[in-house]
């Protein structure tokens, strides 16, 4: 039996192992964590025939391993990887493994740093309204390949077909996804991030930019400076968005979608008439930002033949994502939001200018690389104080300091941020709590769901109070 290791027992390796296994291979999965907590997965696992090894890191061996498939936590140039490659070993990620079942069917991929989660639930929200069946999956929580095996391998005969697959593929997805080859591909924003594992600026440029070349049809936010500069003569025969109007499109075609007069047009092309499609205030979403997140969602249905009455409809039943500007609860006048994705600096001031002036802001966690320099002049225009938390705390009080901002207050733990957080509203007269951490979450909880989901109960009972 051909043997597979799977490197990662996470959300996305346990898919990739089930699969694998539904292939008839035999399967491994490894981790070096050693939690107790991870018992009851290693039973469950093993009793479907999976072998798992905890505390272990992985030693290629062609004999031994005819494939190994990568985690997207796993990095990719780590050197046990790169000795495997070098060795013949097939290697390739959970996306890659995915597409390799679900290639017959139509891809809309949503790559960039920011806005990817809100583009891809909005473009699934759409298709789905209009009678698709188009699930969302990838980053956005729901592993590809248990998509993969659930459409490849049900007993159950009336299941109906897919019409579309929604990916949100990040960069440590794309990079090990070689022939993920989507009918359409939106590349929401770029700005640096992640740069501890991709090293430099033009590695993550180059990741996302594969994606975008290996698809049929591009979706490229206009209004973003880098993609400006450089996706134009790369994709000649992309569509653009722009907020600013047709006029503001970049491609000489002016095919694509843009706002005028408060509402969302669409064209396919040079003289193609203009679509009216719909109201910007439908979107319920605040922010600018949501604004050309709408733009790219709407480009994508109109390219995937949706009529505009039912984009429409779709968008003005949209909420939001969880975790992305979600609005908790009204307590004492004050509005508390979780915005716990925006996990760099870029997104935490995006959120930060979403909301309404003053805001109390709660920031921090594991910190990562990146200029912080738009976001720390939006906290002196917009924030009356900063509550800081996590390994970042002194960090961010230190370069607050140094801008001249001393409104800051530090505490350990999240429970602490909130307290004070809303004592500090009051105090100010303050209507907006905004948790905006501008920092990974992995030096308190395993991801920035947990987090936003811890930051959502405490508010909820201290609503209930």
């Not at 002196?380 to 800081?388: H, N, P």
């Not at 207050?409 to 999240?414: E, L, R, W």
Request: contains cysteine; hydrophobic residues 40%; negative net charge.
């Amino acid at each position: 039996m051909k043997q597979a290791y799977v490197v990662g027992l996470g959300k996305s390796g346990i898919a990739a192992a089930r699969l694998l296994k539904r292939q008839d291979w035999d399967v491994t999965v490894s981790d070096r964590n050693t939690s107790d907590a991870l018992s009851p997965l290693k039973t469950q696992l093993e009793e479907e025939g999976i072998t798992v090894l905890l505390g272990h890191s992985i030693t290629p061996d062609p004999e031994q391993m005819q494939r190994i498939v990568v985690s997207p936590g796993v990095a990719w140039d780590l050197p046990v990887l790169v000795q495997s490659r070098a060795m013949g070993i097939e290697t390739l990620g959970e996306m890659e493994l995915a597409w390799r079942s679900l290639s017959d069917y139509p891809w809309v991929a949503v790559t960039g740093t920011n806005g990817k989660t809100t583009v891809t639930s909005l473009v699934a929200a759409i298709f789905q309204a209009a009678g698709l069946n188009a699930p969302a999956c990838g980053n956005i929580g729901n592993a590809a390949c248990d998509l993969a095996r659930e459409t490849c391998f049900t007993s159950d005969q009336d299941i109906r077909l897919l019409d579309w697959v929604i990916a949100e593929v990040s960069s440590y997805q794309s990079e090990s996804a070689f022939t993920l080859a989507p009918q359409i591909a939106i590349w929401t924003t770029f700005t640096p991030d992640h740069l501890s594992r991709h090293k430099t600026l033009e590695n993550y440029y180059a990741i996302k930019a594969k994606l975008l070349s290996q698809a049929k049809i591009q979706i490229l936010n206009g209004d973003d400076p880098h993609l400006r500069k450089t996706g134009g003569d790369r994709w000649p025969e992309a569509f653009w968005t722009s907020t600013q109007g047709k006029a503001n499109l970049p491609n000489p075609s002016g095919s694509g979608a843009y706002i005028e007069d408060g509402w969302v047009y669409f064209t396919s092309g040079e003289n193609q008439p203009a679509e009216r499609i719909v109201a910007v205030n439908d979107l319920r979403m605040v922010g600018d930002h949501n604004q050309q997140n709408l733009l790219m969602a709407v480009a994508a249905a109109r390219l995937a033949g949706i009529e505009p009455g039912a984009i429409a409809q779709a968008v003005q039943a949209f909420l939001g994502v969880p975790h992305r500007l979600e609005h908790i609860c009204t307590w004492r006048g004050i509005d508390f939001i979780n915005d716990s994705k925006a996990t760099n600096y870029d997104a935490a001031e995006v959120g930060l200018r979403a909301v309404q002036v003053p805001t109390i802001l709660i920031a921090g966690g594991e910190a990562k690389e990146g200029d912080d320099t738009a976001w720390i002049e939006r906290i002196r225009q917009q924030a009356m104080a900063v509550v800081l938390m996590g390994e970042a705390a002194d960090v961010f009080a230190a370069r607050l300091t140094e801008a001249g901002y001393e409104e800051w207050t530090k505490v350990k733990t999240m429970d602490e941020a909130i307290a004070k957080a809303a004592e500090l509203a009051q105090q100010v007269d303050s209507r907006v709590v905004l948790l905006s951490p501008a920092c990974a979450s992995f030096d308190q909880y395993p991801n920035f769901e947990a987090r936003g989901d811890h930051f959502r109960q405490l508010c909820q009972a201290m609503n209930q109070l």
